[in-house]
């Protein structure tokens, strides 16, 4: 195994690059990173979109989640190569259609956890803000959001773990990702397909992995700060009100 | 300063107003009491808005809250509300919730918010609080920061629906002596309470409610004494008997 890493770990981590499109790992990386930071923006705005009165907003919104939810990955990526360069009339990259995908798919998940988090704020916290003179947009940014984000982490970190294992899926549209350098590097060696297929699980479950324990340090430091284990002051001092009572 | 004409509110078949005509005079406090579910909260809560009347008008100020074009959100500033359940924020520091509306509704600046909320504090006895989470404080500390972050707006009223219900005992008093305060100060005050000897001791006038109208509006000596509408005798009697 680890001579199969010594031999090839170079186009494990980069693919063909320099000498051809950059691959492998840091394709990989790519991919989830992008996708991650196109997607969860788009949730946001799709939740919103889904708890909208207005149907304008609510309807299409809807419609995108359920239908989008109801298909298979590999379909859609099928579907976005395909289909895409037919409507606009212009060959599509692998790597723009798989982008475009993961990122709708992504986004459709993420909007119902985002929503649900949205939802599970009490009404009082929109009342208090509301009567404060804060509008609607702002009740929702500097109220709800915040508490409803730090809520959703475990749910949005399993969402974002997936989006890192559902890149693989580019393999089927010859996006020379990570999954595409082990399977080429397994054809080359034609008998140690378990070897191979074993270190790309391993770099997949690493890769996860990171992202799992960033989460857990963020949340345990945000819940600390919230506990006001990490607040400078606060102290028990004296209470002027209650000592006249 | 505030006035109610022919309010009336409907939750489906259920009114839970009935023709409510009365008015707040400046710097008065009104107490409202009555049994619960007679729609004590609920009218205060239509005088910012958020409970909706079907039919009738109020005025705050002389302006008519239901008018068009209204700026609901700058309207809202004029009156403070203090929640049952304190509603703090619990992402943010106790300065941070009194800062947040004067910043982001008034655009003040960081030190003009934050030296007028620590002045709050201090009126509230918690300056020493300022950096802590709500979590940390006790229910009637909470309550205090939540009546500081109302004031900060400034707001020419103040409502209050059962500002001590949910707190234990022991902490009644406290937000009590901060609410008695603002009475003293000439603070237009509206309070939906429970606090019999409150009522006593600050009202200028009671409103007692029941089924969603107003049955006897009184002087708290008259009221307490010499109730006269039948329902208010029986409310009365049942208070003496506890």
Known sequence: ?245 | MIQFSKVNKWYGEYQALVEVTAAVAQGEVVVVCGPSGSGKSTLIRTVNRLEEIQKGSIYLNGQDIHAKGLDLNAFRTQVGFVFQQFNLFPHLSVVENICLAPLTVRQQSKAEARSKAMALLERVGLAHKAEAYPQQLSGGQQQRVAIARALAMDPPVMLFDEPTSALDPEMVGEVLAVMKELAREGMTMVCVTHEMNFAREVADRIWFMDKGAILEEAKPAVFFSAPEHPRAQAFISDLRNH
């Open chain 1, 1 to 245: 195994m680890f001579e199969i890493i010594a031999n090839n770990w170079q186009q494990l981590l980069v693919g063909q690059y320099p000498q051809g499109a950059l691959g492998g790992l840091a394709l990989t990386m790519i991919l989830s990173v992008l996708g991650l930071i196109i997607a969860f923006p788009l949730s946001v705005v799709l939740a919103f979109c889904r708890i909208s009165p207005y149907k304008v907003l609510n309807i299409p919104a809807t419609i995108l989640v359920y239908v989008v939810r109801g298909l298979p990955l590999v379909m859609l990526v099928f579907w976005s190569y395909f289909l895409v360069p037919v409507l606009v009339g212009q060959s599509v990259s692998g790597f723009t259609a798989l982008i475009c995908t993961l990122v709708i798919y992504e986004a459709a998940y993420l909007s119902e956890v985002v929503r649900a988090g949205i939802q599970s704020i009490p009404e009082g916290q929109v009342e208090a803000a509301r009567s404060l003179g804060m509008s609607y947009r702002k009740t929702m940014l500097k109220v709800v959001l915040p508490q409803a984000l730090y809520n959703m982490v475990p749910s949005l970190i399993s969402q974002f773990v997936s989006l890192i294992k559902e890149t693989s899926i580019g393999y089927v549209i010859s996006v020379q990702e990570i999954t595409f350098s082990a399977n080429q590097i397994n054809t080359q060696l034609l008998t140690k397909p378990f070897e191979v297929f074993a270190i790309l699980a391993l770099t997949y479950y690493i890769l996860c992995f990171c992202l799992t324990q960033f989460a857990k340090w963020a949340e345990r430091r945000t819940t600390q700060k919230r506990l006001g284990l990490r607040s400078p002051k606060g102290g028990e001092l004296n209470d002027p009100v209650l000592e006249s009572q």
